[in-house]
């Protein structure tokens, strides 16, 4: 597989990060060009539009003291969390639900609800239920099949396993998931 089609991949499996980062840059331009704009009225003398750039400044350094502290540590929690949202944004690998399968020629990309549908059949046809006993989830990581067995049929845990694993490597997903494979304690009657 090419560099590029590997990139393609990358981006088609991963979120961006520029929706905040030029969220971020948007306020801050705003704010700036309304600094500036209070400066430039101060200093010709015209009546300012919220507070001139003295008396901020003179609120600013007086702040500790003239405001209860309960009210600066909420607003102290809330720039830490703000910053925390942040750096989780940058540093944290914003993947979408997505999975690639293998090809030597071209790239596909399979959103993780398609193949929770092929593997619930997979499931379905194994256990022998209905389409509403079976829930499947993916993730990145994990495949989990929940199943809810019809009340008096026993069913076969392993086999299901198998049968979801197959269809799973017959698909080739990059990352590989893990089967995890659950069977409700109550059962559903009259189906």
Known sequence: MSA?????????????????????AIIITIAAVYCLLEMLLAGLGQPTWLMDPISFGQWLAELPGNYPSLLLTAAGVLLALLGIIFLANGLLPGRRARHTIAHPRVAIVVEDEVIASALARSARMAAGVTREQV??????????????????IRLSEPRIKAAVESELAAMDLYPAPTVTVKLADSGVIGV
């Open 4 to 24: 590029f089609t590997q990139k393609v991949l990358r981006r088609e499996t991963h979120s961006s990060r520029s929706p905040l980062a030029v969220f971020t």
């Open 135 to 152: 829930m499947v989830t993916v993730s990145a990581k994990h495949v989990y099949v929940n199943i809810r067995p019809t009340s008096g």
